[in-house]
């Protein structure tokens, strides 16, 4: 007699979020990123569908990044510091999905560039490349509240990814993405309460669920990778469960946390992208949708893998 | 040692005290009270003074600001006398404590006065202290029995006891008692456990004035009641702050401060000097001689009762957590230093654990939780509060350890539920303009506990402040940034009584928040824990010092108690203290307690895996998980 595999019922499902708005829904990107919509915990395939491939984005920076290894810059060689010929090599060169700005050069301590300056670069990398862009803050809440809603302006119409919005720090950036048409990152601090929370202020505030993304913070490999990948099951577990103020996609900012790693920096070449790649392809076991990775040899590993993964 | 004298203003009270000694702590010696939650650590700021004269030393500290220092204000905790001293105690550190609160409390009242409050069948009534009258036929020849035997002769005639027993003192002045009073004498007798004592022999007929005491004993409040033992009316309560207050705020510091240099002493004496005089001024406006007074009984956590009969409560914050005593003999009222008939007797509640003491028991006793066929929940709401979770067939119960914010305490404008304090409030969305009442319908002077609940709810309805209990950036003329953080003008100073602003701060509402998210977790963990849901609990009875005002949308919408039915919460007030007071009336009840008391299950909340997380998920408005309060939720999408 063959085996009968007990499947798991889910009531609930993942929100699907559409990145980036092509000429159909007024925008100008050449393609949808298209993310979420899990009916099953990640890779058990028979138990639901899992419709939509987790995602990998290139993460671009406005300034030259400083702390970046060598064997991490070789691959942007020439581009670095020009954010526009970056983000244009990243398309051309090494076939991106999309594209993570990182405005690092807002903040103070490394150059305090206005808002203005950094609406226009958005305005800039929006005409120069046609994939959906992602637009993250320098991470200081008083400059974010000024920045992302004059970034979310000049983005307007294209239907981005913004954050993050933190539980001290959401609302002026609600309101920017809900007047501009763009999706939220909610980031909370490997807690699931404060996730959920934060889903439910941002939703209070009118925003859609199924426009928000959690960044559940993570670890990398080494660096408290399990303990993100406990709190990312918790929540996906919820999710399905019916508890719809947490069945929306992850975010994982892979490349910044992988490349942290003193392993990465300092070891022979190589290990960097191993640990870049392992850390990635943990987390999309752990449900991960969106990827944010730096190192192109590790993307181009990782989107193997979710091929090899998906291909039935 | 050269030695200062300080006056206290507005008290007028002085008192000679040595170099180096802490203003607060000559205050307390001299007996005014200043509030001081971390018990003179100098990290609350809540005991700030105003030098008026005199030299003085203090400690560098940051809750005094520089516009403060100017205007000379110190805390009290940090300051040392190098000088005569003159010294005002500004309105906001001083501790509130008597005056009568009778009537204004009158909510609860209600409900406490009532018999044995639900379930039937009273208690039988006999008194913890029985006055008995006797004319004792005199000896002569055929009738030689002594006169102690000829005594206990005239008591079995008119009752049957078995065992009876009494004290040298009593028979030393039996014989010259009885021929003086031409043999007709009143006897008191008392229960003291198993056994009945002749407590008191006095000449002629008496009977018809005994008197009683019950006490809760709170962290945070004491309430007392005089009984009529004959007649078991009530002829009045009083409610105060424990003035231990001035030691610390909750139970962990007050058992720190007894293991210091004569803290136990300060800490008793703080405590009985409270109880004496709410028995003085009880006494003295019924006209009723404190020798008429002849037992007392009292409950209250198993930290109070320790402290109050100075017994060493440091074993009760280390592990195993183990008190000394939880079921302790009647003494003499005079032992433990409470002053009523000297040979008076004093019973305490038992107790369950070390956190969940005697004022649970008497909570269970008198709410009848243990009579209920459904399964029931007994909810005591303050600082450290107690939840039994049972039925006539089982009995749980734990400790949440809420903090004194619902007593008023450790909140900017608290005060407690008595006259002027704003108890409900409304707030229209949109321009937020608001209305309150206030208790006996005087002008506001601070908010109590069912107050903030009010508030909080009605700022969360008009969008004042956000689920996480942040207040929005909005231009308006309520909305401003105050010491710590931002803050919510409910009454501005020209309409409030005491001259000032009574405002609500972020602060405040965190303060309110721990304190909901304690109470709520800890009766969820409860119930999951004996395998219910919570929507399985037919009756949840809530107690404490909130009287009737308490609403019960309003709890509910911040999330404070369960989303259920309406119908299935019911107000007992002050449930400890009527608990205490059918012990003081019957020895039935006094039975009934103590097979409580071991039957009800301790259930040690911190050794729950799930309990971190259950209180984690409630630190928001009304919880993260809003599925649990739908109705209350208002989802606005």
Redesign the interface.
Known sequence: MALQLMAEKWSGEVSVVNIGATPQDKGTRSHILKIGGEKSLPCLFQEGPLPNKPQIVFEVWDILPLDWPDELTRGYKNVLGDPVKWAQMCVKEYKAQGICLRLQGAHQDFGNKSPEEEAQLVQKILESVRVPLIILGCGDEAKDNLLLPACSEAAKQERCLIGPAT??NY?TIVASVLADGHNIIAESPI?I?IA??LN??I??M?LNLERIVMDPTIGALGYGLEYAYSIMERSRLAGLSG?K?LACPFICFVGQEAWRAKEAKVAPAEQGVIWETLTATALIQAGADLLVMRHPKAIEEVTKYVDNLFER | MHKFKVTFYPDNKAVEVAQDTTILSAAISCGVYIKSDCGGDGVCGRCKVILKKGKVLTQPTGIIEAQERKHNIYLACLTTVHSDLEVEVPVESRMEMHSGFQGIYSASEEVESQEAVLGGKLFKHSPLATKLYLELPRPNLNDSLSDLDRLFRGIRKAQDLPVMQTGLSNIRQLGELLRDSDWKITVTLGKRNDTVEIVLVEPGDTSNKNFGFCFDIGTTTISGQLVDLNTKKISGTRITYNKQASFGADVITRIIYARQQEGMEKLHAAVTQTMNQIIKELTLEHSVDLNDVTCIVCTGNTTMIHLLLRVDPTYIRREPYVPTANFLPVLRASEAGIIINPRGLLSCVPGVSSYVGGDATSGVLSSGLYKERDLSILIDIGTNGEIALGNRDFLVACAASAGPAFEGSGVKCGMRASGGAIQKVKIKPGDFSLEFSTIADTRPTGICGSGYIDLIAAMLTAGVMDRSGKIKAVEHKRIRKGENGKEFVVVFKEDSGSGEDIVITEADIENIKRAKAAIYSASAVLIKHMDFKISDVKKIFIAGGFGTSLDINSAIKIGLLPDLERKRFFFIGNSALAGARQMLLSAEATRVSEELARKITYFELSVDAGYMDEYMAALFFPHTDLERFSSAAGRRS
């Open positions: 539980q001290d609302k807690d309460n959920k929370q439910v202020l939703s209070d009118g508890d103020t």
